[in-house]
């Protein structure tokens, strides 16, 4: 048999070639980082420094007045998760609050009304182009000017707001929580047992004669019972058990003055009241950018069809325009949601004690600031992989459901 003289040397071949760089490649990155590594370890060695995460267990030994109950006496470690809660409180009210105050001025921007217009983008204009840093500072000294604490501002005799920050009701729970609770669990466990039983019926049975291109698979299955299913379920479990409950499971806190602080109820500290109020300001007049370029994206034809069939413009706003915007404004309010949560760690400058605050603190302790860095660094990273993955997800559910449509 004879020899084909057109085969390519492997040392030629373009496939090969491809795999040996991407190989090359990698284990060029790997002895990189293990230069900078060793590097890391001699230059830490030549102060007296050894890199370890003992300093986690180790005693605090200061205190932290805002977020969870936490004494000089507890660790580093929960010291940590201390700045993570506050962290994580700070970013998801103020995702929530600049969402919404987003979303109006972004429309406002587009409204009719000269003044209504005008007022919008003067909002947008100055709180985009300010830096954050500069506006978390013009808020706290605004927020310590406020009334004193027997002085007040009072409305409903429920919600007081005075130089120590935001005192707001709260529900706590009560007697009769621990047997309700005891329905939620049971509302959970048989709506679990009720979709993936429907899951698999529809699937192996309801399900059958579609082709296998068509046909749902067991998780949309499950997915869809969920939506449909699982969240009735609870529901009623919940309601039944709050009236089967005979104590009662939550009483309303409000806040109280006595002696010389209110007591009772939730307060959000200056600090805190000055980074959500920054936060929500800056990120919003961004959304208000986004919503604004998403709705002029919805072609004028669909305006003016919908104006056709009598619907009014809040309604054109509400059940055309909208819906067909959110899919274009999605992806850059997903970056928007990032940088706040990463503009969170500015709280340092005012005394928030977040998780960069925190980190710091015990920085000066330890002076192990590479594993300290090295944890801000993956509890960051965690957060907005975290919130990337939600809103991919929600903005594949919402484009696969308007091209459905």
Wanted: hydrophobic content about 50%.
């Amino acid at each position: 048999m004879q020899q084909d003289s057109t085969k390519i040397p492997f040392w030629r071949d373009i496939r090969v070639l491809k795999v040996l760089f991407q190989v090359i490649f990698i284990i060029g990155i790997i002895l990189l980082a293990l230069f900078f590594y060793m590097n890391m370890l001699n230059g830490l060695e030549r102060q007296g420094i050894e890199l370890s995460l003992d300093f986690l267990m180790s005693e605090a030994g200061f205190e932290l007045s805002e977020g969870i109950d936490f004494d000089s006496s507890d660790t580093n470690l929960k010291a940590f998760w201390v700045g993570v809660v506050n962290t994580l409180r700070v970013s998801i009210i103020g995702i929530f609050c600049a969402t919404i105050v987003g979303f109006l001025f972004g429309i406002a921007r587009l409204s009719s009304n000269w003044l209504i217009s005008k007022t919008a983008a003067v909002y947008v204009e100055i709180f985009r182009n300010t830096p954050l840093v500069l506006q978390i500072l013009f808020w706290y000294p605004l927020i310590l000017t406020l009334p004193k604490v027997r002085e007040s501002i009072n409305f409903f005799d429920s919600i007081f707001i005075n130089r120590r920050g935001v005192y707001l009701p709260s529900a706590v729970p009560a007697d009769g929580f621990n047997t309700w609770r005891w329905y939620l669990l049971s509302g959970i466990i048989i709506a679990i047992i009720v979709v993936l039983g429907l899951a698999a019926y529809r699937y192996f049975f309801q399900d059958r004669e579609l082709h296998e291109t068509d046909r749902p698979s067991f998780v949309s299955n499950i997915i869809l019972g969920a939506k449909w299913v699982a969240a009735p379920i609870f529901l009623t479990a919940a309601i039944v058990g709050w009236f089967l409950t005979p104590e009662v499971s939550f009483v309303l806190s409000k806040p109280e003055l006595q002696g010389f602080n209110f007591v009772g109820g939730i307060n959000f500290s200056p600090e805190f009241t000055a980074m959500l109020i920054g936060l929500t300001v800056y990120t919003s007049a961004f959304i208000a950018e986004v919503v604004r370029a998403g709705i002029q994206s919805v072609v004028k034809g669909q305006r003016e069809a919908a104006r056709s069939v009598g619907l009014k413009e809040s309604q054109v706003l509400r059940l055309v325009v909208i819906p067909q915007a959110i899919p274009v404004i999605v992806p850059p309010l997903t970056s928007q949601y990032l940088n706040l949560a990463k503009n969170s760690s500015l709280g340092t400058f005012i005394a928030y004690t977040d998780l960069y605050a925190i980190a710091e603190i015990i920085n000066g302790k330890t002076d192990q600031s590479v594993p300290i860095f090295a944890i801000i660094m993956a509890s960051y990273l965690i957060l907005s992989l975290t919130t990337s993955a939600f809103m991919n997800w929600y903005n594949r559910r919402i484009t696969r459901f308007g091209s459905s449509s």
